[in-house]
């Protein structure tokens, strides 16, 4: 396995050195040992519950990474997946590859029926979702909604990647949830601190987008996501000109119908 830390595609390596996601953000919680230990265990529990019908889906983001880390440790062979949505960084589509070779594991990519979105681009624009919510929210469904719910099709249930400090509206995360579908939906590190994340990735040296060491704490498509400055929310950086504070495309506005904070118990 590739050990490297270093993230992959990244183009200026003097600020990977002196200003590291990793150097800024890698501080544990005085509570780190049992949130990990609890993540492991809702990840075995989830496998041995749903065997193949389980999928992590991961946006490649850390949180994601350190899943895909944390289900190869465990050595759960539960599929990883995500989207692209043809309008994702380089620097996204470089650690997709760079994580296959990494882990030695193949991520079943997911894109959009090509057909609708040219037809969207010809009538829209390239980038009609700054035009409006509404053009903006047609963009997510047919670039992320609908190669979303083709991927979680006759599976029963699914792992992401939320956390509850990453805003508001993902404040009452849980470790299982019911998404709208009646799908389980495991977030293992919805207690885990930022601090908490980067430390697994350098205690693991686990592989990350370069666009991290840029002041992207969230990174989706390249022309909805920017750098935050010090101080913004997290999610300040999706849809930045959107004023509705949101900043969500919609993969996770699902109904919560139970909740579990505790991994390992059951429905
Ligand atoms: S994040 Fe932006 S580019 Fe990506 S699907 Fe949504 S509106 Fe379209």
Redesign the pocket.
């Known amino acids: 396995m590739n050990a490297s830390i270093l993230p992959f595609g990244g183009d200026d390596a003097a600020l990977v050195a002196d200003g590291s996601a990793l150097a800024r953000h890698a501080r544990p919680s005085a509570d780190y040992a049992r949130r990990e230990a609890a993540a492991r265990q809702t990840l075995r529990a989830a496998h041995a519950e749903f065997g193949d019908a389980l999928v992590l889906s991961s946006s490649l983001g850390v949180e994601d990474m350190v899943l895909t880390d944390l289900l190869v440790a465990e050595g759960l062979p539960v599929p990883i997946a995500t989207l692209d949505?043809g309008?994702l960084h380089g620097q996204t589509l470089a650690l997709l590859e760079a994580a296959q070779t990494h882990y030695g594991r193949t991520i079943e990519v997911w894109r959009p029926d090509a057909a609708a979105v040219d037809a969207f681009v010809a009538r829209e624009g390239a980038d009609a979702?700054y035009r409006s919510v509404e053009l903006?929210h047609a963009?997510?469904a047919l670039?992320?909604l609908e190669p979303l719910a083709r991927m979680l099709q006759g599976r029963r249930a699914w792992i992401v990647g939320l956390r509850r400090e990453q805003s508001a509206q993902r404040a009452d995360a849980a470790a299982r949830e019911l998404d709208a579908q009646g799908r389980a939906k495991f977030s293992p590190l919805f207690d885990w601190t930022l601090g908490d994340v980067w430390h697994y990735v350098a205690q693991h040296q686990v592989p990350y987008n370069a666009l991290h060491d840029h002041h992207y704490p969230s990174i989706?498509?390249a022309?909805?996501t920017r750098a935050i400055a010090l101080g913004e929310d997290p999610r300040a950086g999706r849809w930045w000109w959107e004023q509705d504070g949101a900043k969500e495309?919609g993969l996770h506005l699902t109904q919560a119908l139970h909740r579990i904070d505790q991994p390992g118990e059951t429905t």
């Open positions: 949505t309008r979702m903006r963009c997510c670039r992320k989706g498509c022309p909805c495309c």
